[in-house]
């Protein structure tokens, strides 16, 4: 190996050229995905051509202007992607959680009980026909209505937030089994 001459076409390993930089296999293999170090063939760099580039890369000597400028815009637009990633997953998890919901959902469960209100609206004239053709006088029929209002609306307030319906349409909606279990925590 003491013989070995080092040229222009000298090609090494990844696992080389991390050992010569001082650097991870995995770094090496970033390096090449973004144009910083490329290889020579698959696996493969010039050894001579990767030690300059990187070099190049540390000191930013040699970068231009504008290189300057695309490489700051990429770093701003990974970090902006990054973040975005973030707050979808907080997002994602807060609606896991039940602590958030979506404005669909919400909206859903809304039209639901405004469709039994609705119901139960539309079914007092059936239900009240008989008492107020046999009530003596309007006074008399404006309390049997007012009762059957008063029903109504006692019924309505009865109406709690439950998390499990919540929680139903985000299975549906994301095609969960209702079965699965809880991915738990490694």
Known sequence: MADMKI?????????????????SARRIQQMAQDGTVPPATKGRFRLNDSVQRYITFITGNKLSEDEQKTEKAR???????KAAKASVAKLEASELQGKM?????????TEDMANSMRELLLGLPGRLAVDVANARSAAETAVIIKEAVHGIMREMSKYQYDPAKYEARVRDRMNWDATESVIEDD
């Open 7 to 23: 040229t222009d076409d000298t090609t090494v390993s990844t696992t080389e050229l991390a050992r010569v930089l001082g650097l």
């Open 75 to 81: 770093r701003l637009a990974e970090v902006q992607i």
């Open 101 to 109: 919901h979506r404005s669909e959902d919400v909206q859903a469960i």
